[in-house]
């Protein structure tokens, strides 16, 4: 989302989205690590994932749409609804999802997983602070979109976002399907949906 404690995606909190104090991931260069790779997160990258989300949301909508306890849910019940971008070992992007059994978002799919649900709904993309601007997120959101592609029990994956980001999330397939039944105080947003048929699994250089 964009300003609050829900779950939605931002495109520039997306590409302005995004461990305490970091380094800028190109300074932390291991030799004996890929250049880059894509691979499903764990449970042990919760604080990290954590560390980049905070930076992106708290410093601009003052909240968080996962918190660390909730990240560590959602990274050990499905982990394979994640998608982390390493660069030579650093997260720099990521997006965390869950399942979701119902035909529309309602207030318990910010918490919960259902392992039944076909849907796969989409929390939060972060980019790590010093890899903004870079395009990094669209690119992950492709990469995450193949992945889901790839699962058989996922049919269709959705998200929620204020209305100005609807055209950013158009790009990738998603379509309006109405106002979302979750608000944050004085914030609507719209739910968008988008049909999994046709994004072709591409895991190369995925750990997933």
Known sequence: MST????????EALDLLQPGTPEA???QRRHTLPASEFRCLTAEDAAG????EREAFISVLGTCPLYLDEVKHFLTLCPELSLGWFQE???V?????SLWDQERLTQESLTLHRPGGHTAHLHVLAVHH????QGKGSTLMRRYLQHLGGQPAVSR???MCEDRLVPFYQGFGFSPVGPCAITLGSLAFTELQCSMRGHASRRRNSGC
């Open 4 to 11: 609050q404690s829900t779950h939605d995606l931002e495109p």
């Open 25 to 27: 991931p190109s300074r």
């Open 49 to 52: 994932v954590f560390e980049i």
């Open 89 to 91: 070992g650093c997260l």
């Open 93 to 97: 992007a990521f997006i965390i999802g």
């Open 130 to 133: 010093a890899c903004r601007r």
């Open 157 to 159: 994956a959705a998200l």
